[in-house]
C-alpha cells in the first residue's frame, strides 16, 4: 500500500525527526547547564552576603554583652563611681570591635 516515493518520503521524515529530537536533547542540556551556573552565581552572592552579616553579628555580640551588663541597675560595680569610667569603658568597646575588625582584614575576610 505504501509505494516507494511515500518510503522515501517517510524515510526523510524519520530522518529529520531524528535530527529535532537532538537538538532538544542538546538545547535541554545548555539550558541545564545555564540555570546550574545561575544556581550557582546565586548562592556565592548569598555566600557573600552571610559572610558580611557574620562579621557585623561577631563584632557587636561582644559590644552588646558588655553593654547588657552595663545597663543593669547594680550598685556595686566600683567603675560607676569613677570620673573617667564611662569613657574608659566606650574605650574598651571601640578598642575591642577594631581588633576584630584588624583581625579580620589580617585574615582577608572581610
Given at each position: 500500500?505504501v509505494g516507494?516515493?511515500?518510503?522515501?518520503?517517510?524515510?526523510?521524515?524519520?530522518?529529520?525527526?531524528i535530527?529535532?529530537?537532538?537538538?532538544?536533547?542538546?538545547?535541554?542540556?545548555?539550558?541545564?547547564s545555564?540555570?546550574d551556573?545561575?544556581l550557582?552565581?546565586?548562592?556565592?552572592?548569598?555566600?557573600?552576603?552571610?559572610?558580611?552579616?557574620?562579621?557585623?553579628?561577631?563584632?557587636?555580640?561582644?559590644?552588646?554583652?558588655?553593654?547588657g551588663?552595663?545597663?543593669?541597675?547594680?550598685?556595686n560595680?566600683?567603675?560607676?563611681?569613677?570620673?573617667?569610667g564611662?569613657?574608659?569603658?566606650?574605650?574598651?568597646?571601640?578598642?575591642?570591635?577594631?581588633?576584630m575588625?584588624a583581625?579580620?582584614?589580617k585574615?582577608?575576610?572581610?
Open positions: 500500500m516507494d516515493p511515500t518510503k522515501l518520503f517517510l524515510r526523510d521524515l524519520y530522518d529529520h525527526t535530527q529535532i529530537i537532538d537538538m532538544v536533547e542538546t538545547y535541554r542540556d545548555i539550558i541545564g545555564m540555570h551556573t545561575f550557582s552565581s546565586t548562592g556565592n552572592r548569598m555566600n557573600e552576603v552571610m559572610k558580611v552579616l557574620t562579621m557585623i553579628g561577631t563584632i557587636f555580640i561582644p559590644l552588646t554583652f558588655i553593654a551588663i552595663y545597663g543593669m541597675n547594680f550598685e560595680m566600683p567603675e560607676l563611681k569613677w570620673t573617667w564611662y569613657f574608659a569603658l566606650l574605650g574598651v568597646m571601640a578598642a575591642l570591635g577594631l581588633t575588625l583581625i579580620f582584614k585574615r582577608k575576610w572581610l
